[in-house]
């Protein structure tokens, strides 16, 4: 069973910077998508960015510029680095994996689509 752990999230003001990091383990495919996704409760969650072992990568269009998707194959090791944090972007932040494939244009951003989630890291920007 894959397990994908989420870390560095935390507490920083608007405008700072945060990377989070999302380890899988047991991880033996050699073809996958992941992505990382963000909630807010109440809310659904929603896609931020997507990666897959082709390199390719799509971001959602309110936080291109500022935040950027990137895979360490060899660590099997995902990456965000947030950049100019908002308060709106305060949110719990989740690793996605799925297996077997490139990450698809039309499921990438469906969190349905994915087969493997972290337990989520949170990050709270403050005014």
């Known amino acids: 069973q894959v397990q994908l752990v989420e870390s560095g999230g935390g507490s920083v003001q608007a405008g700072g910077s945060l990377r989070l990091s999302c380890e899988a383990s047991?991880?033996?495919?050699?073809?996958?998508?992941m992505a990382w996704f963000r909630q807010v409760q109440g809310k659904e969650r929603e896609v931020v960015a997507s990666?897959?072992?082709?390199?390719?990568?799509r971001s959602a269009d309110s936080m291109k510029g500022r935040f950027t998707i990137s895979l360490d194959n060899a660590k099997k090791t995902l990456y965000l680095q947030m950049n100019n944090l908002k308060p709106e972007d305060t949110a719990m932040y989740y690793c996605?994996?799925?297996?077997?494939?490139?990450?698809?244009?039309?499921?990438?951003?469906?969190?349905?689509?994915?087969?493997?989630w972290g337990q989520g890291t949170q990050v709270t920007v403050s005014s």
């Open positions: 996605a994996a799925k297996a077997g494939t490139y990450c698809l244009t039309y499921y990438f951003s469906s969190h349905a689509w994915y087969t493997y």
């Open positions: 047991r991880y033996t495919y050699s073809t996958y998508c």
């Open positions: 990666i897959d072992t082709g390199l390719n990568t």
